[in-house]
């Protein structure tokens, strides 16, 4: 059975960092492509970035330059480092198995705060 869970989320003021984590289980995570994605109210669903089992990765533009995925094959463990934060990235984000939005997690939320 694919698990997925994020963790991480929480405030954070305008151009500070956080850190979002996402625990896999259930499947091959060292063979599969992962993805971050991000729904807020006002801008619907969103792929924030995505990495390919050896590393690469993907960035939608408006997290470009700020936002920094990586994983751990070894824990199946993926990561979002999120720097200079903006009012616009508050959202709950979600980390999903593959490139799609079927198979993912609760989710977390990230609030940014002026």
């Known amino acids: 059975e694919v698990r997925l869970v994020e963790s991480g989320g929480g405030s954070v003021q305008a151009g500070g960092s956080l850190r979002l984590s996402c625990a896999a289980s259930g499947f091959t995570f060292g063979a599969t492509y992962m993805t971050w994605f991000r729904q807020s109210p006002g801008k619907g669903l969103e792929k924030v970035a995505n990495?390919?089992?050896?590393?690469?990765?993907f960035y939608g533009d408006d997290v470009k330059g700020r936002f920094a995925v990586s994983r751990d094959n070894t824990k199946s463990i993926m990561y979002l480092n999120m720097n200079n934060v903006k009012l616009e990235d508050t959202a709950m984000y979600y980390c999903?198995?593959?490139?799609?939005?079927?198979?993912r997690g609760p989710g977390t939320q990230v609030t940014v705060t002026p």
């Open positions: 990495i390919s089992p050896s590393g690469n990765t």
């Open positions: 999903a198995k593959g490139t799609g939005f079927t198979d």
